[in-house]
Structure formats: structure tokens, C-alpha cells
């Protein structure tokens, strides 16, 4: 099976017989190459996707937590979004509409994968690919958040919450509302890094952080609060630069011209999306005292001047 990747996951270039043989030997895992690890973890979750064999499930999520161990998170995002490509133009040449088509392989990295960076990139990429069931456009993001209850670890979690919040589509803000009360606090720390890291503002990731903030507000001092107000704070630098996005996407993505997965629906400046939220900003501060944490949130907003 080649589907046009193995050339570009490294200078190695082992045959499919050769990578068999491996996936058989286990004990070699932990002395690969970093290059033939990431063939072969590419190579055996691709293979899984096409043809799952539940007796082969324990020996690939040992490879997974080999790899876990032996490779950054960074690397284990690419081969995430290769895998994804490889499967997003699989679907697209056989037509897949029923069933998981080959979204399985993307499976290792949502409940072995320990990063919650990894796990929101594998999140994001099997909303937007997994085919319908019942004709429903929501049947990928669903099922992720299905799993948030399914799976132990807090940071874990995070990571399928913020990768539904990454796919930035209103049609998903009811399956994420309250999430982050599904986390401890550690988890809520995670959740809110992670969404630091998204590369733009959606408007319902800043509905999501008001929410949120307003009810952390009560416990002003705890460290959750305090990530969730710097991480609203960096959402309004962003949208003060960048502005802010409202978006649909196509579910799956094979609904959608190959490249063209989003539709910008509306755009906003910081200045035109401002009234949307500066009543709840500035209730945040209308306690005696407010925070440090509140008064960043409202100057990176632009509400510096009510505050004072």
C-alpha cells in the first residue's frame, strides 16, 4: 500500500515487506531510527485505517507509546496530519460515506498519544474526516466528544476538547459548552495552553473563554483563572492584530474542493466585535479589587479607558 507519503517521511526508504517485519519484532522498536520509526508508525496506522484487525490493536498501541517515548510531539503532529492526508484522499477516491472508512488509524494518537498537543491535532483531523452516520454533519465531532468521559488522563482530555474548539465551526459550541468543567485543575491549565497556541480567534473559542472566565471568576486566585484570563487577554492582542473569524467547515472534508476545507462566513476587527462582549468584560471588573488578571484581559481589549 503506498499511498504517495512514504517518500516524504525521511531519508530511510524501507520496503512495505520490510516494515511488516518490523511491526512483528517489537523488541527493535526502541533501537529504530527516529526516520524508520516514523515510517513504520505512519506505515502501520495507515494500514490499520484500511484494514482493521482487532488482533493487531495491542502490538499498534504499543508502537505508539514506543514512538510516544522516542519521538517529539512536533514529529508525532506531522505524521498525525500525513496519516489524515493520506486517509482524507483514500475517502476521496473510493467515495466513503458509511462506516469509520479509514479513520481508525488515527485512533493510536487520540487514546495512547500522552501530549495533549498531539491528541488535539488527532481530534481535530477525525471530526473532519470521519464519514456520516444518520446523515448527521456532526457525526466526527460527536464522536470525539464522546471520548472526553471515555478517557482517564486530564490532559489527554484537554487535548479532544481543544481540538474540537480548533475546528472554530458554531455547530460544534454546544458539544464543547462547560467543557473545561470536565477537567481537573491541571487539565484546565492544559486546556488553556493549548488554546494559546491556536493560530487565530474564532468567535466561538472567545464565547467559549468568556464563559469559561465568568465562571472561574468566583475563585479569582486559583491557577486555572489565572490561565484562562491571560489566555483571553492573548486572544484580544490577537484579534486587535489579526481580528476574528467566524467559520463552517465541510463534514466530512471530503464534502469540500480538495485544499478548501473552511468557508469564512464573517469577519470582524477588535473594534466591530468589541460590543459582543465588553458588557461581560467589564462586570468582570466591577468587583472591588479586581485582579491583575481581569484589569490585562480588559487593556488587551481595548477597555482600558471604562476600566479607569
Same mark, same amino acid.
Given at each position: 500500500?503506498?499511498?504517495?507519503?512514504?517518500?516524504?517521511?525521511?531519508? =530511510?526508504?524501507?520496503?512495505?515487506?520490510?516494515?511488516?517485519?518490523?511491526?512483528?519484532?517489537?523488541?527493535?522498536?526502541?533501537?529504530?531510527?527516529?526516520?524508520?520509526?516514523?515510517?513504520?508508525?505512519?506505515?502501520?496506522?495507515?494500514?490499520?485505517?484500511?484494514?482493521?484487525?482487532?488482533?493487531?490493536?495491542?502490538?499498534?498501541?504499543?508502537?505508539?507509546?514506543?514512538?510516544?517515548?522516542?519521538?517529539?510531539?512536533?514529529?508525532?503532529?506531522?505524521?498525525?496530519?500525513?496519516?489524515?492526508?493520506?486517509?482524507?484522499?483514500?475517502?476521496?477516491?473510493?467515495?466513503?460515506?458509511?462506516?469509520?472508512?479509514?479513520?481508525?488509524?488515527?485512533?493510536?494518537?487520540?487514546?495512547?498519544?500522552?501530549?495533549?498537543?498531539?491528541?488535539?491535532?488527532?481530534?481535530?483531523?477525525?471530526?473532519?474526516?470521519?464519514?456520516?452516520?444518520?446523515?448527521?454533519?456532526?457525526?466526527?465531532?460527536?464522536? =470525539?466528544?464522546?471520548?472526553?468521559?471515555?478517557?482517564?488522563?486530564?490532559?489527554?482530555?484537554?487535548?479532544?476538547?481543544?481540538?474540537?474548539?480548533?475546528?472554530?465551526?458554531?455547530?460544534?459550541?454546544?458539544?464543547?459548552?462547560?467543557?473545561?468543567?470536565?477537567?481537573?485543575?491541571?487539565?484546565?491549565?492544559?486546556?488553556?495552553?493549548?488554546?494559546?497556541?491556536?493560530?487565530?480567534?474564532?468567535?466561538?473559542? =472567545?464565547?467559549?473563554?468568556?464563559?469559561?472566565?465568568?465562571?472561574?471568576?468566583?475563585?479569582?486566585?486559583?491557577?486555572?483563572?489565572?490561565?484562562?484570563?491571560?489566555?483571553?487577554?492573548?486572544?484580544?492582542?490577537?484579534?486587535?492584530?489579526?481580528?476574528?473569524?467566524?467559520?463552517?467547515?465541510?463534514?466530512?472534508?471530503?464534502?469540500?474542493?480538495?485544499?478548501?476545507?473552511?468557508?469564512?462566513?464573517?469577519?470582524?476587527?477588535?473594534?466591530?466585535?468589541?460590543?459582543?462582549?465588553?458588557?461581560?468584560?467589564?462586570?468582570?471588573?466591577?468587583?472591588?479589587?479586581?485582579?491583575?488578571?481581569?484589569?490585562?484581559?480588559?487593556?488587551?481589549?481595548?477597555?482600558?479607558?471604562?476600566?479607569?
Amino acid at each position: 500500500m503506498d499511498d504517495g507519503n512514504r517518500r516524504k517521511l525521511g531519508k =530511510v526508504n524501507p520496503s512495505l515487506d520490510d516494515l511488516d517485519a518490523l511491526f512483528a519484532n517489537q523488541s527493535a522498536w526502541s533501537g529504530l531510527e527516529p526516520d524508520l520509526l516514523r515510517h513504520l508508525l505512519f506505515y502501520q496506522c495507515l494500514s490499520y485505517g484500511v484494514n482493521p484487525d482487532d488482533d493487531e490493536v495491542p502490538r499498534l498501541m504499543g508502537l505508539a507509546r514506543v514512538a510516544a517515548e522516542r519521538m517529539r510531539p512536533a514529529v508525532r503532529r506531522q505524521v498525525v496530519a500525513q496519516i489524515a492526508r493520506a486517509v482524507e484522499r483514500l475517502h476521496r477516491e473510493h467515495d466513503t460515506r458509511e462506516g469509520a472508512g479509514c479513520t481508525n488509524g488515527l485512533l493510536p494518537f487520540l487514546v495512547e498519544d500522552p501530549d495533549p498537543s498531539v491528541v488535539s491535532a488527532a481530534a481535530f483531523e477525525m471530526a473532519t474526516l470521519l464519514p456520516l452516520e444518520d446523515d448527521d454533519p456532526l457525526s466526527g465531532p460527536k464522536y =470525539v466528544e464522546s471520548l472526553i468521559d471515555q478517557l482517564t488522563h486530564d490532559d489527554v482530555r484537554a487535548g479532544l476538547i481543544a481540538g474540537l474548539l480548533l475546528l472554530g465551526d458554531g455547530r460544534v459550541e454546544p458539544l464543547v459548552e462547560g467543557a473545561w468543567r470536565r477537567l481537573g485543575e491541571g487539565g484546565r491549565q492544559t486546556l488553556a495552553l493549548l488554546i494559546q497556541g491556536f493560530h487565530g480567534v474564532h468567535s466561538g473559542t =472567545v464565547r467559549f473563554l468568556l464563559d469559561w472566565l465568568e465562571d472561574e471568576a468566583a475563585n479569582q486566585g486559583t491557577p486555572a483563572f489565572g490561565m484562562v484570563a491571560a489566555t483571553m487577554a492573548q486572544a484580544g492582542a490577537h484579534a486587535a492584530e489579526h481580528g476574528i473569524v467566524e467559520v463552517v467547515r465541510a463534514f466530512p472534508v471530503i464534502d469540500a474542493p480538495e485544499g478548501e476545507p473552511v468557508r469564512i462566513v464573517r469577519e470582524w476587527s477588535l473594534e466591530e466585535f468589541l460590543p459582543l462582549v465588553s458588557s461581560r468584560l467589564l462586570r468582570l471588573a466591577s468587583v472591588d479589587h479586581p485582579s491583575e488578571a481581569v484589569l490585562s484581559v480588559l487593556r488587551n481589549w481595548g477597555l482600558e479607558e471604562e476600566d479607569g
